[in-house]
Structure formats: C-alpha cells, structure tokens
C-alpha cells in the first residue's frame, strides 16, 4: 500500500541537492509553496482527502521552511546585508504573522474560514518571497562568500531532517535558541503525526 500524501509530508525528508547553495534552496522553497498554495486554490471548498493532505504538506513544508531561514539566512542577512539588521527583523516579522496564520489555517475545517485563512497565507508567502528574492538575496549574494552559502544550503538541508512540521509561534525566533529547540519540537511533532493517521 501506498503511503498518502499526507504520511509522505510528516516523515519524507525535505528536498535537498548536492552543493546546493541557502539561496538556492530557499528560493526552489518558495517556489514549492506557491505550487502548493495553488494546487488548494484550485480546490476551492473542497474538503476531499488530496486537498487536505495538500494543506497537510504545504503547512509542514512552510513551517520548515521558516524554521531555516531563521537559523541559517538570518545571521547572514544581519552580518553581511547593509541594514541587515533592520531586514532580518522585517523577515521575522513576517515569518511571525505566517506561522499565526499556519496556526490558524492547521485548526480549521476545509471550508469557510479556512478558505479566507489560505489567502491571506498565499498573500504572506507572495510578499515575503518577493522581498528576499528581489532585494536580500541579490545582496547577500554579493556580500556572502560563496563557500559559506553552500554550507548554510547543506545545513539548512539537515535542519529540514529534524524541524518542527506544525506551528510553534512562541517557540525562540532566531539562532542558538531556536537551532537548539527546533529538534525537540520536530521530534513531538512527528509523534503527534503518528497519532494523527
């Protein structure tokens, strides 16, 4: 029997590529998401399995996602972009508002509010992949050398392995704290998983 996709979104790892680079990595994630966002837009009011092992693999992909950048892009943001630290706190802002509304969104039944939760979500994604695609990668790109963006890649690569897959928008926001934390709550999450088949 196959796996669903929903077995698939708690316990595959994340994508990852050989040598591939932080920008890279979380520009292909931005992209995932967007496909993902789209593919339950195009189900609008549907609450069949597929959409919601969809919604399932989009909040777990999101929420490591999010997980990622805040220990790996945002020192790097802070170190090397100009203003950097008025940027990485602008991104986790954002990420903030998101993994509330991830929250939201993992709490709902497939129908009404849940509808009106995905677009703002879709709205958060569409701004916050915007911003680091159009200004803080072209600038780190620039000012990082490139040896340390393939090494945040293949770290960020491993984080995915063990982060969170829901929400945990009190959990610590950056660095150590959160490089620390994040195993322990990707490993209560992956119980809560099993339990939720």
């Known amino acids: 029997m196959q796996p669903s996709t929903a077995d698939q979104s708690t316990t595959r790892p994340a994508p ?14 931005h992209r995932d998401a967007a496909g993902l966002v789209l593919a339950l837009q195009r ?8 959409s919601v092992d969809t919604a399932r693999e989009l909040i777990t992909d999101l929420v490591r996602h999010s997980v990622g950048e805040r ?7 802070r170190r090397y972009v100009p203003d950097g630290d008025a940027a990485a706190n602008r991104i986790d802002a954002g990420q903030q508002k998101l ?12 129908k009404g509010d849940f509808w ?21 990668f072209p600038a780190l790109a620039e000012a ?44 209560v999450d992956k119980v ?3 339990f939720r088949r």
């Open 116 to 136: 009106i939760h995905l677009k703002i979500v879709d709205a958060l994604v569409t701004q916050h992949a915007g911003e680091l695609e159009s200004h803080v």
């Open 43 to 50: 189900r609008t009011g549907s609450g069949a399995g597929d």
């Open 192 to 194: 809560r998983d099993l």
């Open 71 to 77: 220990i790996h892009l945002l020192p790097l943001v």
């Open 144 to 187: 990082c050398p490139a040896e340390e963006l393939r090494d945040a890649g293949q770290r960020a690569a491993r984080t995915a392995r063990t982060a969170p897959t829901h929400p945990h928008p009190h959990a610590p926001r950056e660095g150590a704290a959160l490089a620390a934390a994040a195993p322990g709550a990707g490993l």
């Open 99 to 110: 993994e509330d509304q991830l929250q939201q969104l993992e709490r709902l039944p497939m």
């Open 16 to 29: 990852e590529s050989d040598g591939e680079d932080l920008l890279l990595r979380l520009t292909r994630e």
